[in-house]
């Protein structure tokens, strides 16, 4: 019995299991594996989210955003009001139109040059508001993934019903039952 013993506890004991330990050189722990690119995925996740992460702001930034938000819409208002004013009024909308006629070229062109940069400006930025969302959004998705292996480990039978059923199948309670058929 002593012998026995001792060949396991040199096999088995103090904690250690040298026969996975030595397994594990020839070939990769899969739950170790799997907590390694958790890890990896995460810090990648959060290292890229903090890159867009952006501090509280005060209230002259809080402001120059309000200022930056006016010309989208005072130029669709604008527009609408010209298009308004062009049927109250034809004689004095007519009489501006004459005076844009009077413009120079070089002077829309510059126009045009501001406006497609302040909205090329402004498309940029939005687009990469949204890669910081999707950073974030991606960023749950370990959490999400876990979140749904536990609830079907609590009751394969939810996991596999299937919630069309809720609509299709009878009900047994016959007051529900009764008033579904009065109600068509």
Same mark, same amino acid.
């Given at each position: 019995m002593g012998l026995i013993e001792r060949v396991f506890t040199l096999i088995f004991g103090g904690g250690r299991n040298v026969l996975a330990e030595t397994a594990e050189v020839f070939r990769e722990n899969a739950e170790a594996g799997a907590v390694r690119t958790i890890a990896l995925q995460t810090q990648a996740l959060t290292q890229h989210g903090a890159e867009f992460s952006h501090p509280q702001k005060g209230g002259f930034d809080r402001f120059m955003d309000g200022i930056n938000r006016l010309p989208r819409p005072m130029l669709a208002f604008g527009t609408l009001g010209l298009f308004v004013t062009?049927?109250?009024d034809p004689i004095w909308f007519a009489s501006r139109m004459q005076g844009l006629v009077l413009v120079p070229e070089p002077l829309w062109w510059l126009l045009g040059a501001i406006v497609s940069f302040y909205f090329g400006a402004r498309h940029q930025f939005k687009g990469q508001e949204f890669q910081r969302s999707i950073a974030?959004?991606? $960023? /749950?998705? =370990?959490? !999400?993934?876990?979140?749904?292996?536990?609830?079907? $480990? /609590?009751? =394969?039978? !939810?996991?596999?019903?299937?919630?069309?059923?809720?609509?299709?199948? =009878?009900?047994?309670?016959?007051?529900?039952t009764e008033w579904w058929m009065g109600s068509r």
């Amino acid at each position: 019995m002593g012998l026995i013993e001792r060949v396991f506890t040199l096999i088995f004991g103090g904690g250690r299991n040298v026969l996975a330990e030595t397994a594990e050189v020839f070939r990769e722990n899969a739950e170790a594996g799997a907590v390694r690119t958790i890890a990896l995925q995460t810090q990648a996740l959060t290292q890229h989210g903090a890159e867009f992460s952006h501090p509280q702001k005060g209230g002259f930034d809080r402001f120059m955003d309000g200022i930056n938000r006016l010309p989208r819409p005072m130029l669709a208002f604008g527009t609408l009001g010209l298009f308004v004013t062009a049927m109250v009024d034809p004689i004095w909308f007519a009489s501006r139109m004459q005076g844009l006629v009077l413009v120079p070229e070089p002077l829309w062109w510059l126009l045009g040059a501001i406006v497609s940069f302040y909205f090329g400006a402004r498309h940029q930025f939005k687009g990469q508001e949204f890669q910081r969302s999707i950073a974030q959004t991606m $960023a /749950l998705v =370990p959490q !999400v993934v876990e979140n749904i292996r536990a609830l079907n $480990a /609590l009751s =394969p039978k !939810v996991a596999s019903y299937n919630m069309g059923d809720l609509v299709t199948k =009878p009900n047994d309670n016959a007051a529900l039952t009764e008033w579904w058929m009065g109600s068509r």
